[in-house]
């Protein structure tokens, strides 16, 4: 099973940007999705974007236009560029890793925009 480790969050103001890391143990080559997750205090786990190992990707509305995955499979990360970040964006964002039937989750990384 792949380990995953994020990196990059921090405190940002509104406006500001992060790029977000997640680094598997192992190639993702063969890994069929990888998504970036996201949890804010009291809501559920939303789903935020995801890359496919053709490398199509998918987007939750809020942040179309703002945010941007990506994958360097050379270096097996998975990353997340987020610009003209929110306060609504404020959470703590996992990486998710699925390769049919296992799926992997990483520590999680904490996302804080001030406004």
């Known amino acids: 099973q792949v380990q995953l480790v994020e990196s990059g969050g921090g405190l940002v103001q509104a406006g500001g940007s992060l790029r977000l890391s997640c680094a598997a143990s192992r190639s993702i080559v063969s890994l069929s999705v990888i998504s970036w997750y996201r949890q804010a205090p009291g809501k559920q786990r939303e789903l935020v974007a995801r890359?496919?190992?053709?490398?199509?990707?998918n987007y939750t509305d809020s942040v179309k236009g703002r945010f941007t995955i990506s994958r360097d499979n050379a270096k097996n990360t998975v990353y997340l560029q987020m610009n003209s970040l929110k306060p609504e964006d404020t959470a703590v964002y996992y990486c998710?890793?699925?390769?049919?039937?296992?799926?992997?989750w990483g520590q999680g990384t904490q996302v804080t925009v001030s406004s």
């Open positions: 998710n890793a699925f390769s049919y039937p296992r799926s992997s």
């Open positions: 890359i496919t190992s053709s490398g199509a990707t």
